[in-house]
């Protein structure tokens, strides 16, 4: 398997704009993780989704941000209008979910700079 | 509040040493915690699992220590390598799907 892929691995914008992050989890997995890091607040659970369904969108910082999981192989996280306090590295991950405890499988991550 | 502690400061050894990092938590009792290495630029990656109930665990030059009544795990690699040099990041769990990452803390591996 490719692993976890992400799309675009970079993204420039200005402020104001929409921004739309992909994000194609492991075939077979059914949970996706929706995750963002900054230097000042590390890395924090944004949503995640549990075969398709969101479970717990509470890290969703505010109503800006949306995500969505249409089927079992794409997820978006959608910011409208950003702002550039939301300049940051946005992982997507995922994990079986057939297990008690797992691991969880991150993909390379989308580098978002709001100008 | 939940909170998680990992040493914010590089930890900065030389080549063949045995590197040690701290991961201390509070207010929560995680049923198991899990340790991920993060290179510049990409994602973390899975290194190992430890539960409440066992007190140690190894793979290859890494073991991982879980003491529950201290609230810490300590993570070593023996024999480090220039190649171990990376962020190494904790995620106590309660066994929700859900991980909280501490901040996590570089290591730096001198030849």
């Known amino acids: 398997d490719a692993g976890v892929i992400q799309s675009p691995r970079h993204e420039v914008t200005e402020m104001g704009q929409e921004v739309t992050l992909r994000c194609k989890p492991i075939?077979?997995?059914?949970?996706l993780f929706w995750y963002r890091q900054t230097m000042m607040r590390g890395l924090e659970l944004l949503i995640y989704f549990n075969n398709n369904v969101p479970i717990d969108d509470s890290g969703m910082p505010e109503d800006r941000f949306s995500a969505k999981m249409p089927n079992a192989s794409f997820s978006t996280l959608k910011i409208q209008p950003s702002e550039p306090r939301d300049s940051a590295v946005y992982f997507c991950?995922?994990?079986?979910?057939?297990?008690?405890?797992?691991?969880?499988?991150f993909g390379p991550g989308t580098r978002l700079l709001v100008l | 509040s939940q909170k998680i502690e990992q040493n914010s400061e590089a930890l900065n050894i030389q080549e063949g040493k045995t590197a040690t990092l701290t991961c201390n938590y509070t207010?929560?009792?995680?049923?198991?915690l899990q340790w991920y290495r993060q290179d510049p630029g990409r994602g973390p990656v899975f290194l190992l699992l430890i539960r409440e109930n066992e007190k140690e665990k190894r793979k290859e030059r890494l073991k991982v220590t879980f003491d529950t009544t201290l609230k810490q795990s300590l993570f070593h690699i023996t024999a480090s390598q220039p190649a171990d040099s990376a962020t190494y990041l904790c995620a106590p769990s309660t066994g929700r799907r859900a991980l909280t990452f501490g901040s996590g803390t570089r290591l730096q591996v001198q030849p």
């Open positions: 207010n929560y009792s995680p049923a198991y």
């Open positions: 075939s077979g997995h059914d949970y």
């Open positions: 991950a995922s994990s079986e979910g057939d297990k008690d405890v797992e691991t969880q499988y």
